[in-house]
């Protein structure tokens, strides 16, 4: 299994940004593509974007243009840059492999204030 550990989340007003990251430990070699996920209070967790281990990415139609994903290989973590935040955009983010296994982290909270 992989243990993760998100960091970065806070309280922004809208326009702000915010750098989440992720950092795995574990069985980590197995791993082909990460992502960000993220939980609005009463919605289900959606995953926002993704990242191969090529660099391939891809992103939730919603943020594309505002947010962008990179992660280091050789550090095992992962990131999540988040500009022009939006109050639709307050959850507690994630980080997990896609497809994601049932071990999650604590995750992030990110509250973006009108």
């Known amino acids: 299994q992989v243990q993760l550990v998100e960091s970065g989340g806070g309280l922004v007003q809208a326009g702000g940004s915010l750098r989440l990251s992720c950092a795995a430990s574990g069985d980590t070699g197995c791993i082909f593509a990460m992502g960000w996920y993220r939980q609005a209070p009463g919605e289900e967790r959606e995953m926002v974007a993704a990242?191969?281990?090529?660099?391939?990415?891809n992103y939730l139609d919603s943020v594309k243009g505002r947010f962008t994903i990179a992660r280091d290989n050789a550090k095992n973590t992962v990131y999540l840059q988040m500009n022009s935040l939006k109050p639709e955009d307050t959850a507690v983010y994630y980080c997990n492999t896609v497809p994601y296994q049932p071990n999650w982290g604590q995750g992030t909270l990110v509250i973006v204030s009108s």
């Open positions: 990242i191969t281990s090529g660099g391939g990415t």
